[in-house]
C-alpha cells in the first residue's frame, strides 16, 4: 500500500472517530429518505410533473467489458428499499445530486426543485475537521457557516448537505441565483490549511452528483458515510451567511424582469420575437463561433493546476460545442492531453472515466456557458476582449480619436454619409474582434439597435 493511500485511510479513521463521537450516523436508505421524502410511487410517473424524482446513477456489474459506464434510475418512493440494496448497497460507483427533476434525465434543464445544497471540501483530516466544528452554526461572520443538516464522509473529504425545510422550485433565473449563492458559499467554507489541505478551490454546479451514501469509493475502497449534523433549513438562514448581498436568493424574483411588454418586444427584436413566441423555441440562440476558440483552448492546459483537471476537460467539450467541433474529434482531443493533465499533482488522481464524465457536458445546454463561470470552475484567467489593458471606456474613447485621426488625414468626417461605413461592415467587423460579446454590448459599443445587431450577425 502506497503512503499516499495510507494516509488518506488514516485522514478517514479520524474524520469517523470525531464525527461519530459528536453525531449519530445515518445509513443510506434513511438518508435519501429525508433528503427526498416525496419521490412518486411506482406506478404514479406521468407526463404530470406535481411531485418530481430523484434520479441516480449507478454501475451495473452486466456492463463490465461494455462501453456503458452507469446507467440512470428514477429514485421510487415504495421501491426505495429494495433499489437501495440492489443499486446503491456496497456499489463501487453511484452518484446523486440534491435536486429533483421532471422526467428520467438528471440534466440541469429538466430540474424542478432543490431538496439539498451540496458542498464538496475535499482532502480533510483531523485538523481541517476541528477547524469547521469552529465554524458551524455560529452567528455569521467572516468565515463562519451554517449548521449544516448531513456531514457525509466521502473517502478523502466531505459532503456538506443543507437540507430545506421546502425544496426550492427552479425556474431559470432561480437557477441562476443559486449557482451564485453556492460559489459565494464555497469560497467562504473552503481555506487552504484551515479547512482543507487543497490549495486550489473547487467551484462546482447547483447540478453536480456525489457519490452516494451506503456506497464506496472505488479509488480508495472506503464506504460513504453520513452523520445528522443539524436540523432542515430555510433559504432565509443560508442567505445570511453569503458575503455579497447580490449573491443571496430572492424566491420572489423568479424571472428576469423585463421593462418591454409583448408587443414592444415584437417590435424592437423581431428576431427573437419570430424563433421563442412565435415558434416556441425557448434555448438560447447559438452564435456560429470559429474552431479558433476551440484550438485556444486546448493550448491552455499548461496553466491547469491539480483540482481543476476535470474542469479544464469538462470545458473543452463546452468550448466544442460552441465551435461546432465534432464530439468524436473532441473525444480523441481528450484522449490526447490526459497523459499531460494526470502529471499535474493532486491528492486525488485523474482517470479516464473523468473523460467519459467530462464528455456528458457536450450538449446543446451549454451553448451560451459564460466566460465568467469557465473561469470560476478551471482557474484560468480569461481575457475577455482586447482592449490592451484599458477600461471599455477609454479604450473606446482612444479607438475613437484614432478613428477621427485617420478621417481628418482623408479629408472626411466621419458624420460624412460618403464616408461612413455600413452598418453591416461596423457589425461583422466589430464580432471578428469580439466573438465573446453579447448582441446587447455589441449594439451598445456601436450606438445601434439590437434589431440591427441581429440582422447581420
Same mark, same amino acid.
Given at each position: 500500500?502506497?503512503?499516499?493511500?495510507?494516509?488518506?485511510?488514516?485522514?478517514?479513521k479520524?474524520?469517523?472517530?470525531?464525527?461519530?463521537?459528536?453525531?449519530?450516523?445515518?445509513d443510506?436508505?434513511?438518508?435519501?429518505?429525508?433528503?427526498?421524502?416525496?419521490?412518486q410511487?411506482?406506478?404514479?410517473?406521468?407526463?404530470?410533473?406535481?411531485?418530481?424524482?430523484?434520479?441516480?446513477?449507478?454501475?451495473?456489474p452486466?456492463?463490465?467489458?461494455?462501453?456503458?459506464?452507469?446507467?440512470?434510475?428514477?429514485?421510487?418512493?415504495?421501491?426505495?428499499?429494495?433499489?437501495?440494496?440492489?443499486?446503491?448497497?456496497?456499489?463501487?460507483?453511484?452518484?446523486?445530486?440534491?435536486?429533483?427533476?421532471?422526467?428520467?434525465?438528471?440534466?440541469?434543464?429538466?430540474?424542478?426543485?432543490?431538496?439539498?445544497?451540496?458542498?464538496?471540501?475535499?482532502?480533510?483530516? *483531523? !485538523?481541517?475537521?476541528?477547524? $469547521?466544528?469552529? %465554524?458551524?452554526? =455560529?452567528?455569521?461572520?467572516?468565515? /463562519? @457557516?451554517?449548521?449544516?443538516?448531513?456531514?457525509?464522509?466521502?473517502?478523502?473529504?466531505?459532503?456538506?448537505?443543507?437540507?430545506?425545510?421546502?425544496?426550492?422550485?427552479?425556474?431559470?433565473?432561480?437557477?441562476?441565483?443559486?449557482?451564485?449563492?453556492?460559489?459565494?458559499?464555497?469560497?467562504?467554507?473552503?481555506?487552504?490549511?484551515?479547512t482543507?489541505?487543497?490549495?486550489?478551490?473547487?467551484?462546482?454546479?447547483?447540478?453536480?452528483?456525489?457519490?452516494?451514501?451506503?456506497? *464506496? !469509493?472505488?479509488?480508495?475502497? $472506503?464506504?460513504? %458515510?453520513?452523520? =445528522?449534523?443539524g436540523?432542515r433549513? /430555510? @433559504?432565509?438562514?443560508?442567505?445570511?451567511?453569503?458575503?455579497?448581498?447580490?449573491?443571496?436568493?430572492?424566491?420572489?424574483?423568479?424571472?428576469?424582469?423585463?421593462?418591454?411588454?409583448?408587443?414592444?418586444?415584437?417590435?424592437?427584436?423581431?428576431?427573437?420575437?419570430?424563433?421563442?413566441?412565435?415558434?416556441?423555441?425557448?434555448?438560447?440562440?447559438k452564435w456560429?463561433?470559429?474552431?479558433?476558440?476551440?484550438?485556444?483552448w486546448?493550448?491552455?492546459?499548461?496553466?491547469?493546476?491539480?483540482?481543476?483537471?476535470?474542469?479544464?476537460?469538462?470545458?473543452?467539450?463546452?468550448?466544442?460545442v460552441?465551435?461546432?467541433?465534432?464530439?468524436?474529434?473532441?473525444?480523441?482531443?481528450?484522449?490526447?492531453?490526459?497523459?499531460?493533465?494526470?502529471?499535474?499533482?493532486?491528492?486525488?488522481?485523474?482517470?479516464?472515466?473523468?473523460?467519459?464524465?467530462?464528455?456528458?457536458?457536450?450538449?446543446?445546454?451549454?451553448?451560451?456557458?459564460?466566460?465568467?463561470?469557465?473561469?470560476?470552475?478551471?482557474?484560468?484567467?480569461?481575457?475577455?476582449?482586447k482592449?490592451?489593458?484599458?477600461?471599455?471606456?477609454?479604450?473606446?474613447?482612444?479607438?475613437?480619436?484614432?478613428?477621427?485621426?485617420?478621417?481628418?488625414?482623408?479629408?472626411?468626417?466621419?458624420?460624412?454619409?460618403?464616408?461612413?461605413?455600413?452598418?453591416?461592415?461596423?457589425?461583422?467587423?466589430?464580432?471578428?474582434?469580439?466573438?465573446?460579446?453579447?448582441?446587447?454590448?455589441?449594439?451598445k459599443?456601436?450606438?445601434?439597435?439590437?434589431?440591427?445587431?441581429?440582422?447581420?450577425?
Amino acid at each position: 500500500m502506497s503512503d499516499n493511500i495510507k494516509d488518506k485511510k488514516k485522514n478517514y479513521k479520524e474524520v469517523e472517530q470525531l464525527l461519530s463521537f459528536n453525531y449519530k450516523e445515518v445509513d443510506g436508505e434513511d438518508f435519501y429518505r429525508y433528503v427526498f421524502p416525496n419521490n412518486q410511487n411506482e406506478g404514479e410517473y406521468s407526463e404530470n410533473y406535481s411531485k418530481p424524482n430523484s434520479v441516480y446513477l449507478y454501475e451495473d456489474p452486466k456492463d463490465k467489458g461494455t462501453k456503458r459506464k452507469l446507467r440512470r434510475r428514477i429514485m421510487l418512493n415504495d421501491r426505495w428499499k429494495d433499489d437501495y440494496k440492489e443499486f446503491v448497497k456496497d456499489n463501487p460507483m453511484t452518484l446523486c445530486s440534491g435536486l429533483a427533476y421532471r422526467g428520467m434525465r438528471n440534466r440541469l434543464e429538466n430540474a424542478q426543485q432543490m431538496n439539498a445544497l451540496v458542498f464538496d471540501l475535499d482532502a480533510v483530516g *483531523k !485538523n481541517e475537521l476541528m477547524n $469547521l466544528f469552529a %465554524r458551524i452554526g =455560529k452567528k455569521p461572520a467572516l468565515r /463562519t @457557516l451554517p449548521q449544516p443538516t448531513f456531514m457525509v464522509m466521502s473517502g478523502t473529504g466531505l459532503h456538506i448537505y443543507y437540507v430545506f425545510e421546502n425544496p426550492i422550485v427552479l425556474y431559470p433565473n432561480i437557477k441562476l441565483q443559486m449557482k451564485a449563492l453556492k460559489y459565494d458559499l464555497t469560497f467562504r467554507m473552503w481555506e487552504y490549511k484551515a479547512t482543507s489541505m487543497e490549495k486550489q478551490i473547487q467551484y462546482q454546479s447547483i447540478n453536480q452528483g456525489f457519490r452516494m451514501v451506503g456506497s *464506496k !469509493n472505488d479509488k480508495y475502497d $472506503l464506504p460513504i %458515510r453520513a452523520f =445528522k449534523t443539524g436540523d432542515r433549513v /430555510t @433559504l432565509d438562514y443560508v442567505n445570511q451567511y453569503v458575503d455579497e448581498e447580490k449573491n443571496r436568493v430572492d424566491v420572489n424574483k423568479p424571472f428576469q424582469p423585463t421593462k418591454y411588454t409583448l408587443k414592444e418586444s415584437e417590435e424592437k427584436f423581431p428576431e427573437w420575437y419570430q424563433r421563442v413566441v412565435v415558434e416556441g423555441n425557448k434555448r438560447a440562440k447559438k452564435w456560429n463561433i470559429k474552431r479558433d476558440l476551440y484550438d485556444w483552448w486546448l493550448r491552455q492546459s499548461y496553466k491547469v493546476k491539480g483540482g481543476h483537471r476535470y474542469y479544464f476537460l469538462m470545458c473543452m467539450a463546452i468550448y466544442a460545442v460552441k465551435c461546432n467541433i465534432p464530439k468524436k474529434e473532441v473525444r480523441e482531443d481528450m484522449y490526447k492531453i490526459f497523459d499531460e493533465l494526470k502529471e499535474i499533482e493532486h491528492s486525488n488522481p485523474l482517470e479516464e472515466d473523468d473523460i467519459k464524465s467530462a464528455l456528458e457536458t457536450y450538449d446543446r445546454q451549454y451553448y451560451n456557458f459564460t466566460i465568467d463561470d469557465i473561469v470560476k470552475l478551471t482557474d484560468i484567467p480569461i481575457e475577455k476582449n482586447k482592449r490592451n489593458y484599458q477600461n471599455q471606456n477609454d479604450h473606446l474613447e482612444e479607438a475613437r480619436m484614432i478613428r477621427d485621426l485617420r478621417m481628418k488625414r482623408e479629408g472626411r468626417k466621419w458624420t460624412d454619409n460618403n464616408g461612413r461605413p455600413s452598418k453591416e461592415n461596423l457589425v461583422k467587423k466589430y464580432v471578428s474582434e469580439n466573438p465573446d460579446h453579447t448582441p446587447t454590448e455589441i449594439a451598445k459599443n456601436l450606438k445601434i439597435s439590437r434589431t440591427t445587431v441581429y440582422k447581420y450577425i
